[in-house]
T-cell receptor, first 115, second 116 residues
Framework: KQEVTQIPAALSVPEGENLVLNCSFTDSAIYNLQWFRQDPGKGLTSLLLIQSSQREQTSGRLNASLDKSSGRSTLYIAASQPGDSATYLCAVFDGYGGATNKLIFGTGTLLAVQP | EPEVTQTPSHQVTQMGQEVILRCVPISNHLYFYWYRQILGQKVEFLVSFYNNEISEKSEIFDDQFSVERPDGSNFTLKIRSTKLEDSAMYFC??????????????FGPGTRLTVL
């Protein structure tokens, strides 16, 4: 059974710092992996999706990497801003990519960027 | 930009009552999902739906739950007789399926269900 773990559970950094969030998964047979942002009491905003054949994806100040063989992904945030404060969720697609590819979520990393 | 919408944003109900949560997926998407998040816990998969039938459901999705796509736009989750432990945020999601090589899932803002 696929398990997704994220460390650290919480992180507080001063504005401008670069930071790395970690995600690990137990079964390397994933279809792809998606990183989300969740603001308090709100929905999930998709940040990046990495296909299983890819090593990394970039969007603005965000860079996500994937190492399937070791069951790890990282989300790198460059030059953090107070507006980046949120919970970041990692989720793996469990399945071959068809209708049964449900997302299995980690517990999230709560990020606070101090001005 | 197209987005998934959900109504209501917050639903309060008495234990044992039926509730229907509504979602409008992105219009050209083919796959639909419901997830839930109990306060302080992980987001959990409930059910996936494709071609007008359930594709997969979790052990949480018991006989008290049902899903329906009553018309070409809405996707609903019904809980027949709510329990206290059904209190959670319920998220609807949709994905393009084979229209896209990524099959990225897009989530709605959620419905917070409170069972008293």
């Amino acid at each position: 059974k696929q398990e997704v773990t994220q460390i650290p559970a919480a992180l507080s950094v001063p504005e401008g710092e670069n930071l790395v969030l970690n995600c690990s998964f137990t079964d390397s047979a994933i279809y792809n992996l998606q990183w989300f942002r969740q603001d308090p009491g709100k929905g999930l905003t998709s940040l990046l999706l990495i296909q299983s054949s890819q090593r990394e994806q970039t969007s603005g100040r965000l860079n996500a990497s994937l190492d399937k063989s070791s069951g790890r992904s990282t989300l790198y945030i460059a030059a953090s801003q107070p507006g980046d404060s949120a919970t970041y969720l990692c989720a793996v697609f469990d399945g071959y990519g068809g209708a049964t590819n449900k997302l299995i979520f980690g517990t999230g990393t709560l990020l606070a960027v101090q001005p | 930009e197209p987005e998934v919408t959900q109504t209501p944003s917050h639903q309060v109900t008495q234990m044992g009552q039926e509730v229907i949560l509504r979602c409008v997926p992105i219009s050209n998407h083919l796959y639909f999902y419901w997830y839930r998040q109990i306060l302080g816990q992980k987001v959990e998969f409930l059910v996936s739906f494709y071609n007008n039938e359930i594709s997969e459901k979790s052990e949480i999705f018991d006989d008290q739950f049902s899903v329906e796509r009553p018309d070409g736009s809405n996707f609903t989750l019904k809980i027949r007789s709510t329990k206290l432990e059904d209190s959670a945020m319920y998220f609807c999601a949709s994905s393009p399926g084979l229209l896209s090589s990524y099959n990225e899932q897009f989530f709605g803002p959620g419905t917070r269900l409170t069972v008293l």
